[in-house]
């Protein structure tokens, strides 16, 4: 079993910055690969960045150069930093871990 824990999230100004974070615990081989997806409302849930343990990175399109995943194993930690912030990465975005592990949910908001 997988727990995972996400915060983070809230309301932001477009162009602003939000750090999203989610804590793991359970079975090391499913935090080998970790990723965050968002769901907007009327949408698919949808893949936005995904981390190896190695560190191997793979972004959306519509995040490149916007957002950085990065993870710290020693703490069991995944991170999402997001700048450059625009109304339509408004969503709800969840932690993931491989085996279909998913965590509750944090809520962005980007509006003025």
């Known amino acids: 079993q997988v727990q995972l824990v996400e915060s983070g999230g809230g309301l932001v100004q477009p162009g602003g910055s939000l750090r999203l974070s989610c804590a793991a615990s359970?079975?090391?081989?499913?935090?080998?690969?970790m990723a965050w997806y968002r769901q907007a409302p009327g949408k698919q849930r949808e893949l936005v960045a995904s981390?190896?343990?190695?560190?191997?990175?793979n972004y959306v399109d519509s995040v490149k150069g916007r957002f950085t995943i990065s993870r710290d194993n020693a703490k069991n930690t995944v991170y999402l930093q997001m700048n450059s912030l625009k109304p339509e990465d408004t969503a709800v975005y969840y932690c993931?871990?491989?085996?279909?592990?998913w965590g509750q949910g944090t809520q962005v908001t980007v509006s003025s």
């Open positions: 993931y871990a491989f085996g279909a592990y």
């Open positions: 359970g079975s090391i081989f499913s935090l080998n690969y």
């Open positions: 981390i190896t343990s190695a560190g191997n990175t």
